[in-house]
């Protein structure tokens, strides 16, 4: 049996920061961060709001799409690095809030490649017929941990994400067909936070010490990004015989425009077929694909082949392959 997804929704809050506003804050140029990452403005929540809230604002909207009930829900996983608390997990808030009392959940860390991980390990609780809706979340409040005193970071992140609803597909040549994820742990020293884990738990030090704020060195992970990210979507065309005419779109993680660009040349791409919402959004961390999906989502018809390809802090990598299952 195959898992296929078969609703999407998406949040970002209100409030833009837009480059000129940036501008203000650190030594930067409008003209510097579109040309170097393809961004214009990303999206901040206000004070009091968390990760949960854009999970339970993108399942709300699945579920009124689908005419369903919180209590529909068989599981929740969220991706995230920027859990509400270091615990309980995330996905057990996001289901009191919803009420989505006959879920289980748990939240999956693999930074800007945790939707990808989250997917492929919500699709086997449907492929082995264990569950029959599983909600996979990815979102980010990347404000919650940005240094707006760092140009290095502050430009590049922003809040936002979204969920899929995952259902067996009555159909077996629809849904998600394939997957390859990496992961390499030395490559943490790049890009990490580095206090407030159980190595370095919070104290004066390291609050003064910045330490509690993404560190990354871009220039590594900028290499790391367009070598891999690449690969790995090659890889998973030849694997299943796909040339760049057969594939109907790339939904890549929106990190830097260059990379995506990348990406998509090693594919044969043509550029209509790409993906690209970072100039509204930012870097949304695990919240960029599914965000990708739902504003997207108008143009997909059942049996596109759709590659979904990420990587982040980690480090980590991947891809997947799947046929879209529905008509908007
Ligand atoms: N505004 C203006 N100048 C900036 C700047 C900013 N926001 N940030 C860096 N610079 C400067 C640097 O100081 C450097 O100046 P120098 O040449 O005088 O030393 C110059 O611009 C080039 O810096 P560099 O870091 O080499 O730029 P870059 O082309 O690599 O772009 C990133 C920087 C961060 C945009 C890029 O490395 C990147 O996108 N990396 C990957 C990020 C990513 O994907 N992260 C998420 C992973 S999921």
């Known amino acids: ?110 930074a800007c490649s945790g939707f990808l991980y989250a997917l492929e390990t919500g699709s086997k609780f449907i492929e082995c017929g264990k569950h029959k809706k599983v909600i996979v979340c990815g979102a980010d409040k990347m404000s919650a941990i940005v240094n707006y005193e760092d140009r290095n970071t502050c430009i590049i992140f922003g809040d936002g994400g979204g ?44 609050i003064d010490a910045r330490e509690h704020f993404v560190f990354q060195e871009g220039k590594t992970v900028f290499k790391f990004a367009v070598t891999n990210m690449a690969q790995v979507s090659r890889d998973i065309m030849d694997r299943n015989n796909l040339t760049g005419a057969d594939v109907d779109y790339l939904a890549a993680h929106q990190a830097n425009l260059r990379i995506i660009d990348a990406t998509a040349k090693r594919m044969e791409l043509d550029q209509e077929k790409v993906l690209i919402n970072i100039q509204k959004y930012g870097n949304t961390t695990a919240g960029t694909i599914p965000l990708l999906l739902s504003d997207f989502e108008s143009k997909f018809k059942k049996g596109d082949n759709i590659i979904l390809a990420a990587f982040g802090g980690g480090f980590t990598w991947g891809a997947i392959y799947l046929k879209w299952a529905y008509n908007s």
Request: aromatic fraction near 4%; hydrophobic fraction near 40%; charged fraction near 25%.
């Open 1 to 110: 049996m195959r898992a296929a997804i078969t609703a999407v929704g998406g949040y970002v809050p209100e409030k833009v920061l837009t480059n000129k506003d940036l501008e203000k804050l650190v030594d930067t140029s409008d003209e510097w961060i579109q040309s170097r990452t393809g961004i214009k403005e990303r999206r901040v929540m206000e004070d009091g709001t968390a990760t949960s809230d854009i999970c339970v604002a993108s399942i709300e909207k699945i579920l009124k799409k689908r005419s369903l009930k919180a209590e529909d829900i068989d599981l929740i996983i969220v991706a995230t690095v920027t859990p509400d608390h270091v615990f309980p997990a995330t996905a057990n808030i996001v289901s009191d809030k919803l009420g989505a009392i006959n879920a289980w959940g748990f939240d999956v860390s693999a």
């Open 163 to 206: 969920a899929v609803l995952l259902e067996p597909s009555e159909d077996e040549n629809i849904g998600i067909i394939d997957s390859i994820l990496k992961s390499d742990g030395s490559g943490r020293e790049f890009l990490h936070q580095k206090a407030g884990g159980s190595m370095n738990p919070p104290t004066h030090e390291t």
